[in-house]
T-cell receptor
Framework: GAVVSQHPSRVICKSGTSVKIECRSLDFQATTMFWYRQFPKQSLMLMATSNEGSKATYEQGVEKDKFLINHASLTLSTLTVTSAHPEDSSFYIC??????????FGSGTRLTVV | DQQVKQNSPSLSVQEGRISILNCDYTNSMFDYFLWYKKYPAEGPTFLISISSIKDKNEDGRFTVFLNKSAKHLSLHIVPSQPGDSAVYFCAANAEIQGAQKLVFGQGTRLTINP
């Protein structure tokens, strides 16, 4: 149980276009989901907390207009990288919180902007 | 400000011996700690956790020790197996400004030698 599906696993897009990444909790309801970014050989950096039915909470230094987060249902959160640039190339990972203490992670999305 | 630190970027251990991965934290608000295993281009997989009210938790080959006074925790894997080779992340949970958040260390790459 407690599976989080993240799609796509890999995406290559042209500079200036937008890319949407989906994160679904398959067998549980997730009122809170999280989006992380990982640079090569570095830690997972929390970008934002996605709350179902309300606005996402962004970490300091993360551009809200660049990384649009929508959490319209209890099982789906989306991250849209708008007007992507090569420096946005990274590994993005979502996770869903399972109260009281659990977190389940998606398999990640490798974004390459060319 | 790195609140969760894994000071060893890599560790090499002989198969069958004990692997000890260390993690230090600075924020006394952390109330729950988790260890994750991660392969390249995949999401983290949960291994074991410990509440701040305990000092030890064991699950099969994995044991986590917590020393609250030293703000230090460690993951012991015994006996180590080649399949344990991966990057291990220490993570700490806290309620920050009314929201639950997970903060990750930088990770330690564990290599088990046959």
């Amino acid at each position: 149980g407690a599976v989080v599906s993240q799609h796509p696993s890999r995406v290559i897009c042209k500079s200036g276009t937008s890319v949407k990444i989906e994160c679904r909790s398959l067998d549980f309801q997730a009122t809170t989901m999280f989006w992380y970014r990982q640079f090569p050989k570095q830690s997972l950096m929390l970008m934002a907390t996605s709350n179902e039915g309300s606005k996402a909470t962004y970490e300091q230094g993360v551009e809200k207009d660049k990384f649009l987060i929508n959490h319209a249902s209890l099982t789906l959160s989306t991250l849209t990288v708008t007007s992507a640039h090569p420096e946005d190339s990274s590994f993005y990972i979502c996770s869903a919180r399972r109260p009281p203490r659990g977190y389940t992670f998606g398999s990640g999305t490798r974004l390459t902007v060319v | 400000d790195q609140q969760v630190k894994q000071n060893s970027p890599s560790l090499s251990v002989q198969e069958g011996r004990i692997s000890i991965l260390n993690c230090d934290y600075t924020n006394s608000m952390f109330d729950y700690f988790l260890w994750y295993k991660k392969y390249p281009a995949e999401g983290p997989t949960f291994l074991i956790s410990i509440s701040s009210i305990k000092d030890k938790n064991e699950d099969g080959r994995f044991t986590v020790f917590l020393n609250k006074s030293a703000k230090h925790l460690s993951l012991h894997i015994v006996p180590s197996q080649p399949g344990d080779s991966a990057v291990y992340f220490c993570a700490a949970n806290a309620e920050i400004q009314g929201a639950q958040k997970l903060v990750f260390g930088q990770g330690t790459r564990l290599t088990i030698n046959p």
